[in-house]
């Protein structure tokens, strides 16, 4: 009987610490822009279609939902957008597209940052997990200005 307890903290503390390991890879899940693309100029501001690509370094496949991100330069709010709920498979890479209504212009030297909370669905629980992406000079300069 004793054995038997003896294993079943053993699996306990295994599972335990294999999920807290993945929970730590997950929060190292990073993106990048692959494509911006202006749709419409309204009084409101410039909307474009963003096209991102999600990272995924941890064993768990996840499944996303809607992604709320913002956009700053040089830490001032330019808009935000949504991103569409896509699949992110272990180890392995997806791309999504959205939304991002850019209320402000920026600089064309403005240190851009994109960040926002993706919630993820695993069979039993649900986890939000931030991200913030510093894009480069080439993949922001369409959208931080009308040029």
Do not use: C, H, W
């Not at 999920?19 to 990048?32: E, M, V």
């Not at 986890?127 to 480069?136: K, N, S, V």
Request: proline share 3%; aromatic share 10%; no cysteine.
């Amino acid at each position: 009987m004793r054995k038997k307890i003896i294993i079943a903290i053993i699996v306990v503390v295994v599972i335990i610490g294999f999920g807290y390991s993945q929970y730590a890879s997950a929060l190292q899940i990073n993106a990048k822009i692959v494509e911006s693309k202006l749709l419409e100029k309204t009084e409101r501001g410039s909307l474009y279609n963003l096209e991102l690509e999600f990272n995924n370094p941890s064993l768990l496949v996840l499944n996303a939902g809607k992604t709320e991100f913002t956009i700053e330069a040089n830490e001032k709010l330019l808009g935000g957008g949504d991103l569409d709920p896509f699949l992110l498979p272990a180890l392995g890479k997806a791309t999504t597209s959205g939304t991002f209504l850019r209320e402000q212009q920026a600089d064309d030297n403005s240190k851009v940052k994109i960040s926002g909370v993706t919630k993820y669905q695993l069979l039993f629980a649900s986890i939000d997990i931030p991200f913030t992406y510093y894009p480069t000079y080439e993949q922001t300069r369409g959208f931080i200005q009308d040029s």
